[in-house]
């Protein structure tokens, strides 16, 4: 069985004159969820546009399961549920009322999906209320219950926490990783709320500008994030023997350019400068430094608004 879900080769969009795609090649694996993470314009929203037919690529290869072409890309993208933007909700209507239009617009034959779909998002006790009486983070529920309508292997969200108050982030972050670990569906999740998606994804897409500029796991995210002594001496191999003897660790990395990265005695640096004074080697520099995933998303990506 195809493990990819989804293989960008290439995909190329403008906008007039604006380049919103440039030559983007990614693959998504099944099982997994991934943060898609860039400023407000870099790309984001096109790209998930592209994955779910709204919008078409000018170059470039999309491929959805292994299928490629737009007759078999049609066929796939009904194994994809989507929230783009803002849900289409009708405030007069219960959730089981709106949930209902839904499956008659798409097709779905099999009534009983409603229930089980709103059940899956817990909204499965809101009887006879109306839309326009529920919280942001119920219609947002209600929104992703409607892309689930169909049962997706893969699940396709643009912001679905945006606005939300800390309540509603949780509620949806809950229900993003139920749907993963319960049901094995892959999630593209599309926002510039870094930390709430460092708590939700287990891979990271970072874009600017239209281009990938990097792709991480949770853990490779977590060490260029990891806070460190940095040591920079004279004598690398001399400073090896201070930290495993007289430091008592190996908890450290040496980088290509004999950088040392020491990820203990973050609260006692003196220790380490002592250490080394004692040993007679000849410390340049010693500071304790790592960055935050937001500092980490600017050192990517630069300044300037995220949203």
Avoid at 45 to 51: E, G
Avoid at 147 to 161: G, Q, R
Avoid at 185 to 203: G, R, V, Y
Wanted: proline content about 3%; hydrophobic content about 40%; glycine content about 8%.
């Amino acid at each position: 069985m195809n493990s990819i879900v989804l293989e960008a080769q290439g995909i190329t969009k403008k906008y007039r004159e604006t380049l919103a795609l440039d030559h983007v090649d990614l693959k998504l694996e099944k099982g997994k969820i991934y943060g898609f993470i860039g400023k407000n314009g870099a790309g984001k929203t096109t790209f998930l546009r592209l994955i779910t037919g709204l919008a078409f690529p000018m170059e470039g290869r999309l491929s959805l399961f292994g299928k490629s072409g737009e007759k078999s890309l049609q066929e796939q993208r009904k194994r994809i549920g989507s929230l783009i933007e803002t849900p289409a909700l009708y405030p007069y209507m219960t959730a089981w009322q709106n949930m209902e239009v839904q499956r008659l617009q798409r097709g779905i034959p099999d009534k009983s999906v409603i229930d089980k779909t709103l059940k899956m998002v817990g909204l499965d006790n809101t009887g006879k209320k109306k839309v326009r009486n529920f919280s942001l983070g119920m219609r947002q529920r209600l929104g992703i219950a409607m892309a689930l309508l169909n049962t997706p292997e893969f699940l396709v969200l643009d912001e679905p926490i945006n606005g939300l108050d800390p309540a509603g982030m949780v509620e949806i972050r809950n229900l993003i990783k139920e749907l993963n670990r319960e049901y094995g569906m892959t999630i593209l999740i599309s926002s510039h709320l870094l930390e709430e998606l460092h708590n939700t994804a287990t891979d990271f897409i970072f874009i600017d500008g239209g281009r990938i500029l990097e792709e991480l796991t949770y853990e490779e995210l977590n060490e260029k994030c990891k806070q460190h002594i940095e040591i920079k001496v004279k004598d690398t191999e001399k400073a090896v023997l201070v930290m495993e003897e007289k430091l008592h660790t190996d908890n450290f990395k040496m980088l290509p350019d004999g950088t040392i990265q020491l990820y203990d005695y973050l609260d006692d640096i003196e220790s380490v400068a002592v250490a080394f004074s004692e040993a007679q080697v000849l410390v340049v520099g010693l500071a304790v430094t790592g960055d935050t995933l937001e500092e980490y998303f600017i050192s990517k990506v630069g300044g300037g608004s995220h949203e």
